[in-house]
């Protein structure tokens, strides 16, 4: 699952290609829509979707010289559940930065995992 999210978090590093997940998010397009939509070339269009093909975002089917492309919603799943994990963590007060210096000054110990 690591190599998944190392690809789906490169591929949605760029903001062109975040920009398109959004679109395909609430339909469908053909590659030179994309291309229209996002002021980009139709060499430059490939290259980005190849991107998120590969970290398995969308999905494509040609038909004829037609290119459609569509949200693959199971990659970002992948995402939302890695996120999820800190939901938790996110709503508790007692581990805020500001805790944490105060603690490490009175001198206790950190607590928790070390993560490398």
Do not use: C
Request: glycine share 4%; aromatic share 6%.
């Amino acid at each position: 699952m690591a190599d998944t999210l190392d690809e789906i978090f490169e591929a949605l590093s760029h903001p062109k290609r975040r920009g398109i997940v959004h679109t395909l998010a609430f339909r469908p397009a053909t590659t030179s829509q994309l291309a229209e939509e996002y002021e980009l070339s139709l060499p430059a269009i490939h290259k980005h979707l190849a991107i998120l093909e590969r970290a398995q975002l969308i999905t494509r089917r040609k038909t004829g010289r037609v290119n459609f492309v569509a949200l693959n919603p199971v990659a970002l799943e992948a995402v939302q559940t890695w996120a999820a994990q800190y939901h938790t963590a996110w709503n508790s007060s007692k581990q805020t930065l500001e805790n944490y210096i105060a603690s490490l000054q009175n001198g206790h110990k950190p607590q928790g995992r070390n993560v490398t």
